[in-house]
């Protein structure tokens, strides 16, 4: 079958980096997506990544390992408004995302 | 970036009739729609996937002759609820990719339509 495997919840300090961790069983894979969603809002892309290793993005980085079927986003100097929910999404071999919960992100000051 | 549009934003409504929900991708052909649905402190679940000029192909669970689904060109994708009942009260997103090689299949996400039943 297909999983997605997260933390429910996390929290973290203003100014700290935080590392969220997926890992995922697919029919197939075609890259993996990395999406923010604040509350009462739809989701916003932030990352893709279909090859091992690491892809940076300004305060954001995310890490691929195929063999392993696993994935963290990197969120760097973090900032209040990164309170949000982080949904890792891996596209199975019909270009399928294949969503989780997610991780709730709580920043504290 | 790729914008995509959703209309209404929010509406309420009274059990039993039907509301019709548009997608539009603003400013690239969308070749393929999809319409999800997502309660509170869930997951966004897949209802139905639609391509331009074809029949939407629906999620197990999902009654296509509740949920009507018409694509009917690459920039537009409507969902109707009908007969609504207070459980079908919901956010429903919608979101559009413009092809199936590399980066050109992301999706790009509407600002979602929060449907409240009466």
């Known amino acids: 079958g297909q999983n997605i495997d997260q933390p429910t919840e996390m929290t973290a300090t203003e100014g700290a980096i935080v590392q969220i961790n997926c890992t995922y069983q697919?029919?197939?894979?075609?890259?993996l997506f990395w999406y923010q969603q604040h509350a009462g809002e739809a989701p916003t892309f932030l990352s893709y990544?279909?090859l091992d290793g690491l892809e940076e993005k300004g305060r954001f980085s995310s890490f691929l390992s195929r063999s392993k079927g696993y994935s963290y986003l990197l969120l760097k100097e973090l900032q209040m408004k990164d309170s949000a929910s982080y949904l890792c999404?891996?596209?199975?071999?019909?270009?399928?995302?294949?969503w989780g919960a997610g991780t709730k992100l709580i920043i504290k000051p | 970036g790729a914008v995509v549009s959703q209309h209404p934003s929010w509406v309420i409504c009274k059990s039993g009739t039907s509301v019709k929900i548009e997608c539009r991708s603003l400013?690239?052909?969308?070749?393929?729609m999809f319409w999800y649905r997502q309660f509170p402190k869930q997951s966004l679940m897949l209802m139905a996937t639609?391509?331009?000029?074809?029949?939407?192909?629906?999620e197990q669970g999902v009654e296509k002759d509740k949920f009507l689904i018409n694509h009917a060109s690459l920039t537009l994708s409507t969902l109707t609820v009908t007969s609504a009942h207070p459980e079908d009260s919901s956010f429903y997103i919608c979101?559009?990719?413009?092809?199936?090689?590399?980066?050109?299949?992301?999706?790009?996400f509407g600002p979602g339509t929060r449907l409240t039943v009466t």
């Open positions: 697919t029919s197939g894979f075609n890259g």
């Open positions: 639609s391509n331009e000029g074809s029949k939407a192909t629906y």
């Open positions: 990544n279909v």
């Open positions: 400013d690239f052909q969308a070749t393929t």
């Open positions: 999404a891996p596209s199975d071999s019909n270009y399928q995302l294949i």
């Open positions: 979101s559009a990719r413009g092809g199936t090689s590399g980066f050109s299949y992301e999706q790009y």
